[in-house]
């Protein structure tokens, strides 16, 4: 079973266009969160729910929205995708507090915007 | 304060060498430290983590020295193998549990 899971794997699209990718978590973890993986390897986190309450919203542009329906998942709305928006994206969850044992990182989404 | 700095961008080693791979932080408020390692079109995985309140942690061939002083802490990777080629993040969680804070990875290559 997979431990974190996310789709789609490869996501090709053109400029304009809205897309989702949807993560979900199969550990109890209380914490998600989405990171942007760049063309240089840089990971820099976007989004941290806890219990489906928004934690961290760094400075990403507001045509990306993030959504918890329930503490297992965490899905990634983006409206009006740019060119720059082509990345890889993780989803990672995390048992919040110095009791954790880390993140766990999903298998990412390749977001290519043409 | 949120950065964690990570040093060598790049690293080449013969098989059966040690790779040394070196981070700091400023931050105090971090107090977990895990290393990851991505390999190409993969997620990053949890290697290795440590907490400040000791100074060493070893597990199999990888070890982590923790230098709460200097805030610096470093994995090390004993015998080397073409199977460890990857990249390596350092990380740092801050004790309220919010953010893995990530270095900017090396790329460790290990010639056969």
Redesign the interface.
């Known amino acids: 079973d997979t431990a974190?899971s996310q789709t789609p794997k490869y996501l090709v699209t053109q400029m304009g266009n809205d897309k989702s990718i949807k993560c979900e978590q199969n550990l109890g973890h209380d914490?998600m969160?989405w990171y942007k993986q760049d063309s240089?390897?840089?990971?820099?986190?976007m989004f941290?729910y806890?219990n489906k309450e928004l934690?961290?919203n760094e400075t990403v542009p507001n045509r990306f929205s993030p959504k918890s329906p329930d503490k297992a998942h965490l899905n990634l709305h983006i409206n009006s995708l740019e060119l720059g928006d082509s990345a890889v994206y993780?989803c990672?969850s995390?048992?919040?507090?110095?009791g954790?044992?880390?993140?766990?990182?999903?298998?990412?989404t390749r977001l290519t915007v043409v | 304060q949120q950065q964690v700095k990570q040093s060598p961008q790049s690293l080449i080693v013969q098989k059966g060498g040690i790779s040394i791979i070196n981070c700091a932080y400023e931050n105090t408020a971090f107090?977990?430290f895990?290393w990851?390692q991505?390999f190409p079109?993969?997620?990053?995985?949890?290697l290795i983590?440590i907490?400040p309140d000791v100074s060493e942690k070893k597990e199999g061939r990888f070890t982590i020295s923790f230098n709460k002083s200097a805030k610096q802490f470093s994995l090390h990777i004993m015998d080397s193998q073409p199977g460890d080629s990857a990249?390596y993040?350092c990380?740092a969680?801050d004790?309220?549990?919010?953010?893995?804070?990530?270095g900017?990875?090396t790329?460790l290559s290990v010639l056969p």
């Open positions: 974190v914490t969160y240089k390897k840089f990971l820099k986190i941290s806890n934690i961290i993780f990672a995390s048992e919040r507090g110095t954790g044992a880390g993140a766990f990182f999903g298998q990412g | 107090d977990y895990p990851y991505q079109g993969k997620g990053p995985a949890l983590a907490r990249t993040f990380a969680l004790n309220y549990g919010q953010n893995f804070v990530f900017p990875g790329r």
